[in-house]
């Protein structure tokens, strides 16, 4: 979940060499950005896909990517990009998600109500709704725990009077009724990728934020810099730069 597309695009263009994660993604808010910031029509949008899929994918094809290319050039001025730059976390929401005493709940309780409030952000009549797929929200969550145990959570939440929901399908529509915008304001959150982890360094536990991509990972042995990601990527660069001292050698 992307807070601030704008940044998102800006950074993407500037750090040519970083490679994309969602080459859709991308391309997409790359096409908004295009409408809306350079003020583009659909035509030079389709051009400047192209130039930049031509740059920044390797396995790119442009007859196998055109129509989507086309696609995302004329759906570019549906929504503009969301600027958010964090949600804040009241005192009053902080303290009814400590009352749970169950530290996967509140991590659950926690995450919901920042997808309610980032919701409630891009759309001022959301009024608390969450509308992501389950899978997603747990991943964010951070909590492994078969199905039946999943179901069990909001089942607990919506007993507690915390949430009530519409069931679909796969797609849990939950509606967090604990946000008190009137209470101060204690926490930030800006970044969306990990926050079970967030309230666990919240918390008091041992996290850090990887000195690379800035996401919260778990300090194991009391000196970690970075993610598990990011340690791989140094450790490989280290071993590039040592090959090549030994060449040159
Ligand atoms: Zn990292």
Redesign the pocket.
């Known amino acids: 979940m992307i807070l601030n597309e704008k940044k998102f695009v800006t950074d993407m263009l500037q750090n040519t060499t970083t490679e994309l994660s969602n080459i859709h993604t991308c391309l997409g808010l790359y096409a908004r950005y295009l409408y809306y910031e350079e003020g583009l029509n659909t035509e030079a949008i389709t051009k400047k896909l192209d130039e930049f899929m031509r740059d920044r994918y390797p396995m790119y094809n442009p007859v196998d990517w055109s129509s989507r290319i086309e696609k995302y050039a004329a759906g570019a001025e549906k929504y503009p990009l969301c600027q958010c730059t964090g949600v804040w976390i009241t005192q009053k929401e902080l303290k009814t998600i400590e009352n749970l005493q169950d530290k996967v709940l509140e991590r659950l309780a926690f995450t919901l109500l920042c997808l309610a409030k980032f919701s409630n952000f891009r759309n001022p009549d959301n009024h608390g709704w969450v509308n992501c797929k389950n899978g997603e929200i747990y991943r964010m969550a951070c909590i492994n725990a078969p199905a039946f145990e999943k179901d069990m959570k909001y089942y607990r939440l919506r007993e507690l009077g915390l949430i009530e929901y519409a069931k679909k399908v796969d797609n849990l529509n939950v509606r967090v009724l604990y946000i008190d915008e009137e209470s101060p304001r204690k926490l930030l959150i800006t970044d969306f990728r990990r926050l079970g982890y967030e309230w666990r360094f919240y918390k008091g536990e041992n996290y850090i934020r990887?000195?690379?991509?800035?996401?919260l990972?778990k300090n194991t042995n009391g000196r970690r810099k970075?993610?598990a990601?990011?340690?791989g990527e140094q450790n490989r660069a280290k071993t590039r730069f040592r090959m090549k001292i030994k060449r040159s050698a």
């Open positions: 990887c000195a690379c991509c800035q996401e990972t970075y993610c990601v990011c340690a």
